[in-house]
């Protein structure tokens, strides 16, 4: 009986966690660091799987998604209009352990999470 009870308590557990909110993990605004010469650069992401990231003259919206720590973006709109040329992809990013900070894979750029 203790057995069916621990078996129970440990899948309502597990069933909890693979419902919540796919991106919660992400959710907020992160500044960027170190900033850049010109001002201030800024992403947020939002539950449902899109961003926006500002920075001098710039404004980039897109989706993301986040595999663990794990994450990937995709641009779908540079200051309003459809990316033009044959820009590459954001290179990947993996979220810190404590999700209050990202780093894009194979630099130094990091973004901080705002409270």
Do not use: H, W
Request: glycine share 12%; net charge positive; proline share 10%.
């Amino acid at each position: 009986m203790q057995r069916a009870c621990l078996f129970a308590a440990i899948l309502a557990i597990l069933l909890s966690v693979g419902c919540s909110k796919k991106n919660a993990g992400l959710s907020g605004t992160y500044k960027r660091r170190p900033p850049l010469p010109a001002g201030d650069a800024t992403m947020t992401f939002q539950e449902n799987g899109t961003f926006e990231s500002a920075g001098p003259g710039n404004v980039v919206k897109g989706t993301y998604e986040l595999k663990g720590r794990a994450l990937s973006i995709a641009v779908t709109q540079v200051n309003g209009k459809p990316p033009q040329g044959n820009a590459p992809p954001p290179p990947p990013a993996t979220l810190a352990e404590d999700g209050k900070s990202f780093k894009f894979d194979g630099g130094d750029i990091e973004f901080i999470k705002q409270e």
